[in-house]
């Protein structure tokens, strides 16, 4: 499986991204797709994943902000960010489920000012 991400950049605070990633290859043997963050400094952590089931989890941080949904059909996963805050600010990773383990995509930048 291969991931390919897009919609990183700037924005203030208070406002929207979008973030899409797109799969191919093997994409039926994909069980969740999602997102992952890493800051400056810090651990790589789980943002959103949505399952095959069609059940979402989100971080606590970003719960009632981010909305990640999923066009099988395209085989694309979104993450929409709204009310950004500058704490938002990291190297954003697609990922991907699949039976050998997890296939990541290549980080897309977000940055929130403030």
């Known amino acids: 499986v291969q991931l390919q991400a897009s919609g990183g950049g700037l924005v203030q605070a208070g406002g929207s991204l979008r973030l899409s990633c797109a799969a191919s290859?093997?994409?039926?043997?994909?069980?969740?797709m999602g997102w992952y963050r890493q800051a400056p400094g810090k651990q790589r952590e789980l943002v959103a994943d949505?399952?095959?089931?069609?059940?979402?989890i989100y971080t606590d941080s970003v719960k009632g902000r981010f909305t990640i949904t999923r066009d099988n059909a395209e085989n694309t996963v979104y993450l929409q960010m709204d009310s950004l805050k500058p704490e938002d600010t990291a190297v954003y990773y697609c990922?991907?489920?699949?039976?050998?383990?997890?296939?990541w995509g290549q980080g897309t930048l977000v940055t929130v000012s403030s």
């Open positions: 990922e991907a489920l699949i039976p050998t383990g997890t296939a």
């Open positions: 290859g093997s994409v039926s043997s994909i069980r969740a």
């Open positions: 949505t399952y095959n089931s069609g059940d979402t």
